[in-house]
T-cell receptor, first 114, second 115 residues
Framework: AQSVTQLGSHVSVSEGALVLLRCNYS??????LFWYVQYPNQGLQLLLK??????LVKGINGFEAEFKKSETSFHLTKPSAHMSDAAEYFC????????????FGTGTRLQVTL | DAGVIQSPRHEVTEMGQEVTLRCKPI?????LFWYRQTMMRGLELLIY????????DSGMPEDRFSAKMPNASFSTLKIQPSEPRDSAVYFC?????????????FGPGTRLTVT
């Protein structure tokens, strides 16, 4: 079975500051890991994914995440926050090779202030 | 590609009425998922299909909920009778895990309000 834990349901940063959203996973088999973003009144959009290739994954909108097996982590970062990054972010995990069922975290709401 | 299409986008109904939500997955995708999102419970997987066959419906809250996928391009989620606690945003997502990579693509959601 797989699970993810997102630390911090709300994160607030100033515009231009570093964004760090935390995700730890649990999986008995090699995982695939994902970050999704949800803007108000919209569906979830894929930001990036880890599929056992490079451990540092770059996604859309300047976001990236690093897979650290020793820490069972897949934290999402962006060097400089923009007002348009305000949204809810979800980490998700699936078992490699399965029929694509994802297990989502509870989400982190990112607020960006001036 | 048009993406995942859901209809209606908004539905307001009275308690006891039947509600049918519709989803058209991305062409060529063979897995389809129904989720429910609320403030209290977050994002919950209700049911998912592979090749039109229901694989896991353990998330369906009770017998009032049913889902069908009669063909590869259409799925419905039905609630009968509806109750106020069913008010939520319902998302449909599809994926094509044939390559072993299983990201899901979400539709815009249907916001259901039961009064």
């Amino acid at each position: 079975a797989q699970s993810v834990t997102q630390l911090g349901s709300h994160v607030s940063v100033s515009e231009g500051a570093l964004v760090l959203l935390r995700c730890n996973y649990s999986s008995s088999v090699p995982p695939y890991l994902f970050w999704y973003v949800q803007y108000p009144n919209q569906g979830l959009q894929l930001l990036l994914k880890y599929t056992s290739a490079a451990t540092l994954v770059k996604g859309i909108n300047g976001f990236e995440a690093e897979f650290k097996k020793s820490e069972t982590s897949f934290h999402l970062t962006k060097p400089s926050a923009h007002m348009s990054d305000a949204a809810e972010y979800f980490c998700a995990v699936s078992a490699a090779g399965t029929a694509s069922k994802l297990t989502f975290g509870t989400g982190t709401r990112l607020q960006v202030t001036l | 590609d048009a993406g995942v299409i859901q209809s209606p986008r908004h539905e307001v109904t009275e308690m006891g009425q039947e509600v049918t939500l519709r989803c058209k997955p991305i062409s060529g995708h063979n897995s389809l998922f129904w989720y429910r999102q609320t403030m209290m419970r977050g994002l919950e997987l209700l049911i998912y299909f592979n090749n039109n066959v229901p694989i896991d419906d353990s998330g369906m809250p009770e017998d009032r909920f049913s889902a069908k996928m009669p063909n590869a391009s259409f799925s419905t989620l039905k609630i009968q009778p509806s109750e106020p606690r069913d008010s939520a945003v319902y998302f449909c997502a599809s994926s094509s895990p044939t390559s072993g990579v299983s990201e899901q693509y979400f539709g815009p959601g249907t916001r259901l309000t039961v009064t």
